[in-house]
T-cell receptor
């Protein structure tokens, strides 16, 4: 598609439950990025993929967060044993290439609320 | 690691007044990108600057990249209510490091 599609728009989970978010990048874009935006507008980079392969995972809290981009499926970001501090908007972005000169196209985000 | 700071955090202006947000990086940037995020929305790419001292204009918006490629600014002339939102600068060679954003509020 011509837009990055993220589902669901909103997700509510009790503390300790699992949360799974999905992202379909723009067709033809090779790179997918996940960012976390907390209430103070701060963006935190989590992970990026080049097609199905992890490209950069330096931002991932590896204990509870995992992500995948499988062929012919939306990419996913999964959080096990959610904590209150995981409440945030999670944005997925895609770009044609991973180079600095390519703008990133963002989806509408998934608002995750942990109760 | 790289840090990108943005000031001011908030700016209230009367419609028709000008607005400027400033962005500073702790390291030299290969490029800087600017995004606009409306309330409840997602970041939308505005522009990218690559060259030292570069200036680009988009209608009422003027973007500058510093000579040392460590700072940048976005200036809006004669703000309109449609300019409301948070403006972010972002730099990075692959993933983006975002500034904290400047939230612009315009009183009609």
């Amino acid at each position: 598609g011509e837009e990055v599609a993220q589902t669901p728009k909103h997700l509510v989970r009790g503390e300790g439950q699992k949360a799974k978010l999905y992202c379909a990048p723009i067709k033809g874009h090779s790179y997918v990025f996940w960012y976390q935006q907390v209430l103070k507008n701060e963006f935190k980079f989590l992970i990026s993929f080049q097609n199905e392969n992890v490209f950069d995972e330096t931002g991932m809290p590896k204990e509870r967060f995992s992500a995948k981009c499988l062929p012919n499926s939306p990419c996913s970001l999964e959080i096990q044993a959610t904590k209150l501090e995981d409440s945030a908007v999670y944005f997925c972005a895609s770009s044609q290439s991973g180079q600095a000169r390519q703008p990133q196209h963002f989806g509408d985000g998934t608002r995750l609320s942990i109760l | 690691g790289q840090q990108v700071m943005q000031i001011p955090q908030y700016q209230h202006v009367q419609e028709g007044e000008d607005f400027t947000t400033y962005c500073n990086s702790s390291t030299t940037l290969s490029n800087i990108q600017w995004y606009k995020q409306r309330p409840g929305g997602h970041p939308v790419f505005l522009i990218q600057l690559v060259k030292s001292g570069e200036v680009k204009k988009q209608k009422r918006l003027t973007f500058q990249f510093g000579e040392a490629k460590k700072n940048s600014s976005l200036h809006i002339t004669a703000t309109q209510t449609t300019d409301v939102g948070t403006y972010f600068c972002a730099g990075g060679d692959h993933m983006l490091t975002f500034g904290g954003g400047t939230r612009l509020m315009v009183k009609p």
